[in-house]
């Protein structure tokens, strides 16, 4: 089945305003139980970034520049937050990075390479995929000197997120009408979207765009291939909530996990690795203290045991 972003939310919306609704509950009843917490005018987000995160590690706020903080970071459902509460504690804790290849099962390839480094919401030069007025920026990349991973951090979101030509004005990803100029003139994420994900390239006229309904999957996989250029090997991996419906299959809708798989999954004999794991599945293998670990299963039931779960 060819899929549309119409035919995908016919799939998953049924299941995923539930979710959403669910989610929304959970967190105010979250703030209500930790009111010192709580914004005063929001009632599932927090009064500060620094809040937004386990108890003393709001340090870890510094690892994200303030202009390149998401406009919801302090809601409960913020996966950027998420990423930084996880990721940034894993990585103060351990920044030799061992543990993250070894999720990734990259360790092979990180063996004998030099120190590892990393950093959140890493933006790309507006020049490395002809980016203009708005540069990639990557949600957590980790690399060293055989390898770059570009790692997709999703929560809630109701999917990988689409282009915004429409929303901008400029283009429209319908049949019969053309990219923004500014997209079209990408040249990375075409090939990319050629050579990868196996999309038609350039944009056919009368067709819909097929870079469209996976675009923030095409751009991270073009950044990591530009960031990994001078090195052996590149990864893009997808970090998502398993309870998802768009992120697991619902109806006989397969899943964007399993559907970039089927893409992407070929290509580990040229030294372009993917990844999709969900928060769930990491947690236990992440170097993270007893106090973190409690507060993700308290906040975010994750790692919560069976009979906590909703």
Known sequence: MLWS??????QCLPSYRPYERELKAYYTSYFKKHPQLRCPNHPY???TVGATLPRGSQHLSWLIPRLSLHPFARSGRSSQMLALALLGSACAREPSLKWFWNILDLDHLAED????WYAFEQELPPSAL?????ATK???VAGNSALTACVECKFSEPGIG????SVDGDGSPLAGNPCAERVASRSAYWAVASELFGLPSPRLPLFPCPVSLAYQAVRTAAAARFLGRNKQASAF??????????FCRTGDWPGWPAM????LKRHEADGFYFRALSWEAILHRLPLTSAVRRWAAEKHRLGASPSDKW
């Open 237 to 246: 991996v997808l970090l998502y909530d398993q309870n998802n419906p768009f």
């Open 138 to 140: 990557i949600d957590f």
């Open 162 to 165: 689409n282009c915004t030509c």
């Open 260 to 263: 970039l798989s089927r893409c």
């Open 130 to 134: 002809r980016e203009k007025p708005r």
């Open 113 to 116: 390479a030099g120190s590892s």
């Open 45 to 47: 987000s927090a009064r």
């Open 5 to 10: 972003q119409a035919a995908i939310d016919a």
